[in-house]
């Protein structure tokens, strides 16, 4: 198993930047692909981002050339790196992580909320 923490969300005004962190422990991270999901007030949960253990990238529409994931299997840790914020992306972002064994993101962290406001 593998236990995830985000940290890095905030309030932040629309076009600035935020980025996230989440650290892993339990696990052999470098064994996991990560995904960073976000659920907004009213809505469902959304995919935001894939990196997989080969480091490949995949992104929502709404996100593509804005937000990047990427992962330092050295420190544990997946990012999301947030651009030109809108209010859309007003959420509770949360990291998610699976094995090659597993189809879906077994493993979540505790989200982190992100509010872009003026």
């Known amino acids: 198993q593998v236990q995830l923490v985000e940290s890095g969300g905030g309030l932040v005004q629309p076009g600035g930047s935020l980025r996230l962190s989440c650290a892993a422990s339990?696990?052999?991270?470098?064994?996991?692909?990560m995904a960073w999901y976000r659920q907004a007030p009213g809505k469902q949960r959304e995919l935001v981002a894939v990196?997989?253990?080969?480091?490949?990238?995949n992104y929502a529409d709404s996100v593509k050339g804005r937000f990047t994931i990427s992962r330092d299997n050295a420190k544990n840790t997946v990012y999301l790196q947030m651009n030109s914020l809108k209010p859309e992306d007003t959420a509770i972002y949360y990291c998610a992580a699976r094995s090659i064994f597993q189809s879906d993101y077994a493993y979540w962290g505790q989200g982190t909320q992100v509010t872009v406001s003026a």
């Open positions: 339990g696990s052999i991270f470098s064994r996991y692909a």
């Open positions: 990196i997989t253990i080969g480091s490949s990238t």
